[in-house]
């Protein structure tokens, strides 16, 4: 069994996913980019924009979900100029408290939408957030 997590204040998804998936403790996010939740356009501003307002979507539904992003375990970062990865990281150590989660950073031709950036994620929701409901 699994439960179906959406936020509204993220973005709708732009084909047929959904924004997460809750199974047991484990939540399973699909890739989210910088788009504008109120009017569903790529924010401007570059890639540090792009990885902010991606971060603050996933952050969305984690909330959306029961959790925060203190509990994303595992992230995907793909990103279109890797050469960017600085800025990246100075946005997760605002956005993070150590143990950081682990993570896996992929250089990609393009990604939706012509965005820079995207993450998706995985995380873990206390014990007893286990029960469907």
């Not at 069994?1 to 403790?25: D, K, W």
């Not at 600085?86 to 250089?107: F, K, S």
């Not at 939408?113 to 286990?130: C, I, N, Q, S, Y």
């Amino acid at each position: 069994m699994f439960e179906v997590i959406h936020s509204p204040n993220a973005p709708q998804p732009i084909g047929p996913y959904t924004q997460a998936l809750r199974a047991g403790q484990l939540v399973f996010f699909s890739g989210q980019i910088g788009l504008d939740p109120e009017d569903g356009g790529l924010v401007s501003g570059g890639l540090e924009a792009q990885a902010r307002r991606a971060f603050a979507n996933l952050s969305a539904v984690a909330e959306a979900a029961g959790g925060s992003l203190q509990q994303v375990v595992r992230l995907t970062i793909y990103m279109t100029d890797l050469a960017h990865f600085a800025v990246v990281n100075a946005i997760m150590e605002e956005l993070w408290q150590p143990p950081y989660p682990a993570r896996a950073t992929l250089g990609v031709a393009a990604l939706p939408k012509g965005a820079l950036f995207e993450v998706d994620a995985v995380m873990v929701l206390p014990a007893h957030r286990t029960e469907m409901g």
